[in-house]
């Protein structure tokens, strides 16, 4: 749910199907953002109600919409038995639930409770719902402490406003590579984040360039391309507050974590 927060984070996007809904807004550390379009109040006080009381009713921000969109049968329904608490379970994670399709995100402690959360989900819907298992198995704790204290909460620097990569952020990931290395046949994932300025697409888009040109200049440094994945996330995942030029710089940052 989160890169370094210490509380959880979660975002939940529930859309019956061919739902047209405004952009959420960008969460802060902490919060479990909601948002998407539903039916009527009932629907939305229901969701917010669970989830209040999963999460803590300080924790839940409400960014959910009332319009004339179609639900498939009983929908409100089973969109509570989604909200169990084996979601809690789940760190650096997203729900998201489009009509009869629940889309799983995130990270468990291991494989049997990746497994054991999608088949509780699945067992508690109708046949017609497809869930979409994407949680992963969090990185091995010594190897990702690894990576942590070699890039000690350094920012990797580029140009602004681009995917070119500073002088010191090349010589940041030199130290990176020799660091990667050490894991031998582990994959890792590198992660880009923007602050808040600007268009939500367009840092999304940069993001994931900006995490790219990092692959590929690893790639200089012995470490093979294969064994990189990328990610742009851009806004969506702060680790300070956006309205101080501190926190927006701090925000500005590639994450390596290591892929079980």
Sequence with gaps: MKPVWLAPLCLFSILPAMAQTPVPATPQPGQILV????????????????LRALYGADLVVDQLAIGAVAVPANWNAHVQK???????????GQLSIDGTTVSLRGEVANEAQ??????????????GYVISNALRIKPAQAEQQLLDATLASRIIEFDS??????????????????????LKQRQVEVIGHT???????SNL???????????????TRGIASTSVLVAGLGPDRPVASNASAE????????????VQ
Excluded at 35 to 50: H, I, P, Q, Y
Aim: charged letters at 25%; aromatic letters at 2%; proline letters at 3%.
């Design 195 to 201: 602050d808040n300025t600007g268009l939500r697409t």
């Design 247 to 258: 926190g927006r710089a701090r925000n500005r940052r590639i994450e390596f974590r290591v």
């Design 205 to 219: 888009a940069l993001s994931l360039a900006r995490a790219e040109a990092v692959r590929n200049y690893l790639a």
């Design 82 to 92: 989604v909200l169990a608490p084996q979601l809690k379970m789940i760190t650096r």
């Design 35 to 50: 948002s998407g379009m539903v039916a009527d109040e009932a629907a939305k006080a229901a969701v917010l109600a669970r």
């Design 114 to 127: 990746r497994q054991q959360i999608a088949s509780d989900m699945a067992t508690s819907l109708p046949p």
């Design 161 to 182: 406003g681009q995917a070119s990569i500073t002088s010191a952020g090349l010589a940041i990931l030199d130290e990176m590579a020799a660091a990667l290395l050490k």
